[in-house]
C-alpha cells in the first residue's frame, strides 16, 4: 500500500460537477488497486468507485452510476473522480486509497474499508 491524498472536493450546486485527484508522494499508483469512498454526517462509510490495476476494470455503487467516472492518468501519477450531475446527498468526505484486494472482490465484501489505507479525505458539499 502507498500513502495517498485527496484534492479537488468543494462547495457545488446540485447539477454541478467535480473533479477529485488521487494522488501519491510516493509509489506508482498504475501498480495499484484504486478505491473511492465517502462518509456523510452521521453515516458509515460506503463505497463508491474502484479502479483495476490489470485492464483499468471500473466499478460504481449503484448510486452514482451513470454520474461518476474513475479513470487514471499515469503519466501524472493521479486518478481521478469525475463527479457529475451532482446531488445534495452527495456531499460527504471523499477518500481514496489503494487497496490489498481487487475491485471485484472488494465490491462482494460490500466495500468494506478495511482493505486500504485511507487518506484524510476532500470535503464535498452540494447545497444551493
Known amino acids: 500500500q502507498v500513502p495517498l491524498v485527496e484534492s479537488g472536493g468543494g462547495l457545488v450546486q446540485p447539477g454541478g460537477s467535480l473533479r477529485l485527484s488521487c494522488g501519491a508522494s510516493?509509489?506508482?499508483?498504475?501498480?495499484?488497486?484504486i478505491g473511492w469512498t465517502r462518509q456523510a454526517p452521521g453515516k458509515e462509510r460506503e463505497g463508491v468507485s474502484c479502479?483495476?490495476?490489470?485492464?483499468?476494470?471500473?466499478y460504481y455503487v449503484d448510486s452514482v452510476k451513470g454520474r461518476f467516472t474513475i479513470s487514471r492518468d499515469n503519466a501524472k501519477n493521479t486518478v481521478y473522480l469525475q463527479m457529475n450531475s451532482l446531488k445534495p446527498e452527495d456531499t460527504a468526505v471523499y477518500y481514496c486509497?489503494?487497496?490489498?484486494?481487487?475491485?471485484?472482490?472488494?465490491?462482494?465484501?460490500?466495500?468494506?474499508?478495511?482493505?486500504?489505507?485511507w487518506g484524510q479525505g476532500t470535503q464535498v458539499t452540494v447545497s444551493s
Open positions: 486509497a489503494s487497496l490489498t484486494i481487487s475491485c471485484r472482490i472488494w465490491t462482494t465484501l460490500k466495500w468494506n474499508e478495511a482493505f486500504g489505507s
Open positions: 479502479i483495476s490495476k490489470s485492464d483499468g476494470s471500473t
Open positions: 510516493g509509489g506508482t499508483l498504475e501498480h495499484y488497486v
